[in-house]
């Protein structure tokens, strides 16, 4: 649908429903339908990655690193029976595995860390906040980079994002960018759904889908 006319709407059919949460739209597919009856359309950018593997859109996120390393080992038969507790389980099951890192390169600068999320949306997971000041109506990604290589910290990291303070955490840093080049090891995700390997890059795609959103989403 990218550069076309036709309007996308969302409906919570997912895991986490983490575009149909993010609007405000719920997980409940029979509240979402009379929502979704008045939005509005609103033109906003997209994500596109750009690896290897090839150039592939997204709506929500991308991200590197560890989280996508645990969306790789994820069992499929278990995501279908325990839905979005799977990704909890499969994430300490990562706690005895110290964490690769990576390059992640914005404006020439070069920043190492084992975790980079490349965001959209304020949510995360559907029903936890990373990148908080996000937002589907900027061109912009909110980058949130996590240093380390002791998966422990990243316990401290997942636990300090429940409680809405992660950004202040030494170790985590923030940064708003159009494009992100990603150089080194590891694994790739973009909403959610594996991606392939790094070297990487995730980029703006502005002017690029119209989107079904609730009135007072901004």
């Known amino acids: 649908m990218v550069h076309s006319q036709a309007a996308l709407g969302i409906l919570p059919a997912g895991t986490a429903n983490v575009l149909a949460m993010e609007l405000g739209l719920g997980s409940r597919l029979d509240r979402a339908i009379p929502r979704l009856a008045s939005c509005v359309e609103r033109r906003i950018a997209v994500g596109r990655l750009c690896s290897a593997q090839g150039s592939r859109h997204f709506l929500a996120m991308g991200g590197a690193g560890l989280d996508a390393k645990i969306v790789y080992d994820l069992n499929p038969s278990l995501k279908a029976r325990a839905g979005k507790l799977a990704y909890w389980l499969g994430g300490f099951g990562h706690i005895t595995q110290s964490v690769e890192n990576f390059d992640v390169i914005v404006d020439g600068k070069a920043q190492r860390c084992g975790f980079a999320l490349a965001s959209r949306v304020r949510n995360y997971g559907g029903d936890l906040e990373i990148a908080r000041g996000a937002s589907l109506l900027r061109p912009e990604f909110e980058l949130v980079l996590f ?70 989403y901004g």
Not at 147 to 153: D, H, I, S, W
Not at 167 to 175: F, S
């Open 147 to 216: 240093e380390g290589t002791n998966p422990l910290r990243y316990l401290l990291y997942m636990a300090t994002v429940g409680l809405k303070a992660v950004q202040r955490m030494p170790g985590v840093h923030t940064i708003h960018t159009p494009r992100v080049e990603l150089k080194g090891g590891g694994h790739l995700q973009i909403d959610g759904e594996y991606a392939g390997r790094l070297p990487a890059c995730f980029e703006i795609v502005p002017d690029a889908v119209t989107l079904l959103m609730p009135p007072a």
